[in-house]
């Protein structure tokens, strides 16, 4: 009773273990796992029926119980079979040989039954071991021809298994390998079994096992030594160097790259050598966990560039197991970085390169220009014959184009060099529409063309924000819609939208009914040196500069500039600027006078009793300075250099001095110095009157000393408004 006792308790176990490898196979994805289950659910029917065999009471029984163990032997071998080839990489013959085989399973496990009740093959009998009765099944030729059929069907499988061993290799061979000797195992087992004539037959327990045992290599040990293998094998392979080290700071893996490169042999590498050595010495690897340095190595041949890197270890529960460096070769980062940063150099030579002569061309264009409208000034102020008056008109009109060329070139370079600034002034927000309207009143009437100021009444007095630029836009954008119109006029809308307290958004629109702009061109209106429709517009004179600079100078100020046009009927921009509120009562209606037809020049005032000194080294530019301020009266003494001027400045006391800055032998600066120093005029103010209009050029000047700064050409309003403002009072007299 005992030893039926044991083989029921073995065959449960059996069974658990059956379930517990089911469970695992559901993680299994693919027809491999599906297989196998197929084969361990078989393995539980031939168990159960094995069970059956061993407690049964009756011979009947036994032999029933007897034909569906070896009946689910027959489908235990083909569904393992099926697994095996699956899982070679046998699929084809897999499919090929599954119905001929299932075929052939099936017929022999009719036959079990057949047999069972027409040929008596089966003789069971009863068999007494250790006292206890168990019934037990004589083999019969029979029997042998299912043993074959069962058997063929692994020998050919192994077959299978074999050949795909010997086409395979290495890492994957393992794997076939452990199928092979699984499935050896339980042959051999089982052929053991039967060699010893055991009362019952309990080698189906091998079944399960074996596909235990290969679920579990196949599966979870064969994809961890590939993952370990791979890894080391990346790990060696790897263009960058890798270094592992123990708690006690020795090498335990150098791989290929550091080898190689610095020629390390782990069992005789520590700390102390190089290059790790002058890696720590660099790093405060004190409670650091990671830290990056740079390393050059430097031989005979070659300057090589790396970056080392430090890491320290720790296991999962934080306490320190070691640490590894990685180093990365970063000579051709570094031969690139340094190109480009020569490149940048150049670049920057270059654009200064451009700067400077970009400065000396426009002082060389402003000096010829001087003279130019200069003497014209002086042609206009004394000429009676109206033709002549109008040959002169001509001449400055274009020589004020001119002018505009070099501004708008000079501008649109400071800009591109980021050296533009916002200077914040206070202005009168009349003044500044009135200054535009002035502007432009002339040369819109001389076209025909009204030009009407809608100014809302509500708009602060006063704003605070960078008058000279806001100017420049307003300018550029009401000098195109006078250039750009034939009919009609331009409207200029000004008005205020309050932002917070003492901000508002100033907003300017400027309308036009001229040619519009169609809207394809609208994209690229405010790109530099794009003149739209050239060929119809070629009599405009125009560089493309003026809206590209426009745009700039309004983003400058943080503010807008939007665009709505149609071709043929006329344009409107819109123009919002950001300012502070300086005096936030509101301006009022504005007042427009009609300036005087183009009057004749009148002094603005007269000073006979002040002496001033004008230096210059070209002479005509002193003719024209002197014939400009002729009818002022005052008295002028003329210098042709620095040496020259200091002599007459220690000699004379004068109430104004002009001064040219680029001369030869002593500059204007030095000149300046000197005179400041010693004589008679070191408190007399000094007026910088020069060609060089860079930005910035006028805070340079007054921040050397100067008291004012006047570009050429001279602009006979403001040279006489500097003079008003700085001759000494008593001796001013204004007109
Ligand atoms: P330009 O010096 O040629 O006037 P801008 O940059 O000021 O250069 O303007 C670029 C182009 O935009 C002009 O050539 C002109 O074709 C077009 N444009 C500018 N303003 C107007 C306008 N008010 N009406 C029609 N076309 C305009």
Redo the contacts with the bound molecule.
């Keep these: 009773m005992l030893t039926k006792t044991i083989y029921v308790i073995i065959d449960i176990i059996a069974v658990i273990d059956i379930i517990f490898t089911i469970r695992a196979l559901f993680k299994v994805k693919a027809a491999y796992g599906k297989r196998l289950m197929l084969t361990l659910m078989v393995a539980i029917i031939a168990i159960g029926a094995s069970i059956v065999v061993a407690l049964a009471n009756n011979a009947f029984a036994a032999e029933v119980a007897y034909c569906v163990y070896f009946a689910s032997i027959d489908w235990i071998l083909y569904f393992l079979a099926g697994f095996c080839l699956l899982y070679t990489e046998h699929e084809k013959t897999m499919n090929k040989l599954a119905v001929p085989v299932a075929l052939i399973m099936a017929a022999d496990s009719v036959s079990l039954f057949a047999n069972l009740f027409y040929g008596h093959q089966f003789s069971i009998y009863e068999k007494t071991m250790y006292g206890t009765v168990f019934y037990q099944t004589s083999i019969y030729p029979f029997y042998y021809i299912h043993l074959t059929v069962a058997y063929l069907v692994v020998v050919l499988t192994l077959f299978f298994i074999i050949y795909r061993i010997a086409k395979s290799y290495g890492l994957y061979r393992m794997k076939y390998v452990i199928i092979l000797s699984v499935l050896l195992l339980v042959i051999l087992l089982n052929l053991a079994y039967m060699a010893f004539s055991m009362v019952l037959d309990a080698s189906v327990i091998f079944y399960p096992v074996a596909a235990t045992l290969i679920y579990f290599c196949t599966e979870v040990f064969v994809p961890r030594t590939l993952m370990s293998t791979s890894v080391g094998r990346a790990v060696d392979n790897m263009s960058e160097g890798l270094l592992l080290f123990d708690i006690n700071n020795n090498c335990i893996f150098a791989n290929s790259f550091s080898r190689y490169r610095f020629g390390i042999d782990p069992e005789n590498y520590d700390f102390s050598c190089e290059p790790i050595a002058s890696v720590i010495d660099q790093l405060d690897t004190d409670g650091k966990k990671y830290g990056e340095v740079e390393y050059i190595r430097e031989t005979p041949a070659v300057t090589e560039y790396y970056k080392i890197r430090y890491t320290s270890l720790t296991d999962r529960k934080a306490r320190p197991i070691g640490s590894y460096f990685l180093i990365r070769e970063t000579t051709e980062e570094v031969i690139y970085r340094h190109e480009i940063e020569e490149a940048k150099i150049n670049a920057d030579n270059a654009n200064r390169a451009k700067s400077t002569f970009l400065a000396n061309m426009s002082h060389e264009i402003r000096t010829p220009l001087n003279s130019i409208l200069g003497m014209n000034e002086m042609i206009l102020r004394s000429a009676d014959d109206p033709l002549i008056r109008e040959y002169a008109d001509n001449i400055k009109d274009s020589g004020d184009t001119l002018l505009s060329l070099i501004n708008d070139i000079l501008d649109f370079s400071k800009i591109e060099a980021g050296r533009m600034e916002i200077i914040k002034t206070e202005y009168s927000t009349h003044k500044l529409i009135r200054d535009c309207y002035h502007f432009f009143e002339q040369p819109a009437g001389a076209k025909d063309l009204y030009l009407h100021v809608d100014f809302d009444p509500s708009v602060p007095r006063k704003l605070s924000g960078d008058l000279l630029h806001i100017k420049q836009v307003l300018n550029?954008?009401i000098s195109?819609?006078v250039?750009?119109?034939k009919e009609g006029g331009v409207t200029v809308t000004v008005s205020s939208q309050k932002l917070q307290r003492d901000k508002l958004e100033f907003v300017i629109e400027i309308s036009?009914t001229?040619?519009?702009?169609a809207k394809k061109?609208v994209s690229i209106?405010?790109d530099a040196f794009?003149?739209?429709?050239?060929k119809e517009?070629a009599t405009?004179?125009?560089?493309?500069?003026?809206?590209?600079i426009?745009r700039e100078l309004v983003k400058m100020m943080e503010g807008t500039i939007y665009v709505d046009?149609t071709l043929g009927v006329?344009?409107r921009?819109r123009i919002t600027i950001p300012q502070d509120v300086a005096d936030a009562s509101p301006a009022g209606p504005l007042v427009l006078k009609r300036s005087a037809e183009t009057s004749r020049y009148k002094e603005s005032f007269r000073a006979p009793l002040a002496r001033i000194l004008i230096v210059d080294d070209v002479p005509l530019n002193l003719k024209v300075a002197a014939a400009l301020l002729k009818n002022t009266l005052v008295q002028i003494d003329t210098a042709s250099g620095g040496d020259e001027a200091i002599s007459l400045c220690r000699r004379r006391q004068y109430d104004l001095i002009l001064l040219d800055h680029r001369m030869p032998n002593k500059d204007g600066i030095e000149t300046f110095k000197e005179i400041s120093e010693n004589g008679m005029n070191t408190k007399t103010p000094v007026i910088m009157l020069t060609a060089n209009a860079l930005s910035g050029a006028d805070e340079e000047y007054k921040e050397i000393g100067f008291a004012g700064y006047l570009s050429k050409p001279i602009d006979i309003n403001a040279l006489e408004a500097m003079l008003i403002s700085l001759l000494p009072g008593d001796k001013v007299e204004l007109m």
């Design positions: 550029n954008i195109n819609a250039k750009y119109t036009d001229g040619i519009g702009i061109d209106l405010f794009k003149r739209i429709n050239e517009n405009i004179q125009g560089t493309g500069l003026g809206l590209a426009t046009s006329g344009s921009f």
